[in-house]
């Protein structure tokens, strides 16, 4: 094969080689969970409830040189969810709320990841509660990221009634809109030890 045969081979395998490899520094990352907390804070007139979620997993992949290919999905076990009182716990799990007989997980599933300025991330995905899927926008700071490790947190505001969670009281009326927040620590595996 003359030179420019061989060029000519190049330049036309080249452009699908790349575009078979588009997310080449796309890493699993796993999270600690020691360092990581999804919270909630719901109004009403008699109290701001502060809650948490004990038990969630997360599948993340992180692009840092191009976070457009990054992926999230959240999976959290709604019959953990804590305010520290158990009867409000266990009303949280009846069918007035979360209904957790039915529908035990709530889910979030990213669609994409746009930087939108420098340290600063919105993930556009899609977040079931109750059978009820939405897609909405989760903010992200990225507090740092070096050498494959990083933590990432945000909060966002979602409505309550969207996701059926309609059950209301006249004596402590409840606000709609929800305050959630989280924190994330995420790093890359660690290569296994060498045999």
């Known amino acids: 094969m003359t030179k420019t045969a061989r060029f000519l081979a190049g330049a036309v395998l080249l452009p699908s080689m790349m575009a078979a490899r588009p997310f080449v520094d796309v890493k699993p ?3 600690d969970k020691a360092h990581s907390q999804i919270n909630f804070v719901a109004d009403s007139r008699l109290l701001s409830a502060h809650g948490f979620f004990g038990k969630w997993d997360a599948d ?3 692009d840092a040189t191009n976070w457009s290919n990054s992926t999230v999905a959240i999976a959290i076990d709604a019959t953990s969810v804590s305010t520290r ?11 007035d709320f979360f209904d ?13 990841v746009t930087k939108v300025a420098e340290g600063k991330l919105d993930i556009t995905g899609d977040l079931t509660i109750r059978g009820v899927t939405k897609r909405i926008v989760v903010p992200a700071t990225a507090v740092f990221y070096e050498k494959g490790a990083g933590r990432f947190r945000g909060q966002f ?8 969670v309609a059950y ?18 995420l790093s890359e595996p ?6």
Do not use: C
Request: proline share 8%; no cysteine.
């Open 29 to 31: 990352h796993i999270v």
């Open 168 to 185: 209301d009281s006249s004596v402590n009326p409840i606000e709609n809109d929800v305050q959630v927040q989280w924190d994330m620590a």
């Open 60 to 62: 993340v992949s992180l």
């Open 157 to 164: 505001a979602i409505n309550r009634k969207d996701y059926g």
């Open 85 to 95: 009182v158990d009867m409000r716990d266990n009303h949280l799990r009846s069918p």
């Open 100 to 112: 957790v007989a039915k529908f035990p997980t709530i889910t979030f599933k990213s669609v994409s």
């Open 190 to 195: 660690k290569p296994a030890p060498a045999k």
